[in-house]
């Protein structure tokens, strides 16, 4: 008995060791399951984020105010400004079904319109005879419609424009939703906010061929594979999100020619913010020839493949575009 005693007692720091080697060993292999289900939990939740931001974006396009419904654009000029389907009108609407003659706009420092007799047009389900006219650089734009007609004015520098839709358009019932590179957490990176010493304004071209003046913070810095870039984000310190324009080595071949857009949270105290490629997004010009768009500002030229976010979408009208 004594024996046994004594060798239990000389061995118990051995037994205790395996002991704690198996528990550690236990929890060790505990730890990192937890781990790796957290991280594909995690991944998931990210798939499916990004998942919903696309089917948001099928939704956008596809909704009255989308951009696949666009029919027309028409710089408006100093005076009378006809309009209808008619060849004989200064804005010919050319769709099917539209009276020759609708009526005209009058163009002053202030716009108004009016419509000819027997032309049903209304506004805010009001019929319209004459009435002036708001543009989207005022609070609320007036919006007309006539049948699947709807059109309003846009504000463009110091120029003005009819923007015509068709909620009926071709485009809209032959649209087959967007491409997209495959879903990719490494092109999700913070980015800190490397501030302008004073207010910038920035020079940012459109397809017009105007320029248009925007405000900017500062440039967004990040790195993609240990490489260190900039993104000169435009708006305000005061907006819920800055504006992206950029373009990289995908344009062309397997993006859109002029670049591609992002929002990103405008940061906060720290600086800090996250840029999400994977939410890189076409312009309006991919899907109509009668959008605004405006063109990467030249610093903002990626010299790297961004394999992330939207894809060209066919049938797109190319632009020539030079930085």
Request: charged share 25%.
């Amino acid at each position: 008995m004594n024996n046994s005693w004594q060798w239990m007692m000389m061995n118990f720091d051995s037994y205790e060791r395996v002991v704690l080697q198996k528990v550690f060993v236990v929890l060790l292999l505990s730890s990192l399951f937890a781990a790796c289900a957290q991280q594909k939990s995690d991944s998931a939740n990210y798939r499916n984020e990004i998942k919903a931001w696309q089917a948001e974006r099928t939704r956008s396009l596809l909704a009255e105010d989308g951009w696949l419904n666009l029919v027309g654009l028409f710089e408006l000029h100093p005076g009378i400004n006809t309009f209808g389907s008619g060849a004989d009108n200064d804005l010919v609407f050319n769709v099917p079904a539209v009276p020759a003659h609708i009526g005209y706009f009058d163009v002053d420092e202030q716009i108004s319109i009016k419509i000819v007799a027997g032309v049903l047009v209304v506004s805010a389900s009001d019929t319209v005879r004459e009435m002036p006219v708001m543009t989207d650089a005022d609070s609320a734009a007036t919006i007309f419609a006539l049948g699947s007609l709807r059109w309003h004015v846009i504000q463009r520098g110091e120029k003005r424009y009819v923007r015509l839709r068709d909620f009926e358009s071709e485009a809209v019932k032959r649209f087959a939703g967007n491409k997209y590179y495959p879903i990719d957490p490494k092109w999700r990176v913070q980015a800190e906010l490397k501030p302008f010493d004073k207010r910038k304004i920035v020079p940012v071209p459109n397809v017009l061929g105007e320029i248009i003046e925007w405000n900017s913070p500062g440039q967004l810095e990040f790195e993609i594979d240990g490489e260190t870039y900039q993104l000169t984000a435009l708006g305000d310190m005061g907006d819920d999100e800055l504006f992206v324009i950029f373009s990289d080595a995908t344009n062309g071949s397997e993006t859109y020619p002029a670049g591609r857009f992002m929002y990103v949270r405008t940061p906060g105290e720290d600086g800090l913010t996250v840029l999400d490629f994977n939410k890189a997004y076409n312009p309006p010009c991919v899907y109509t020839e009668y959008a605004t768009c405006p063109l990467p500002p030249a610093e903002n030229n990626l010299q790297i493949r961004v394999e992330a976010g939207e894809k060209n979408y066919g049938g797109s009208h190319e632009l020539n575009v030079t930085y």
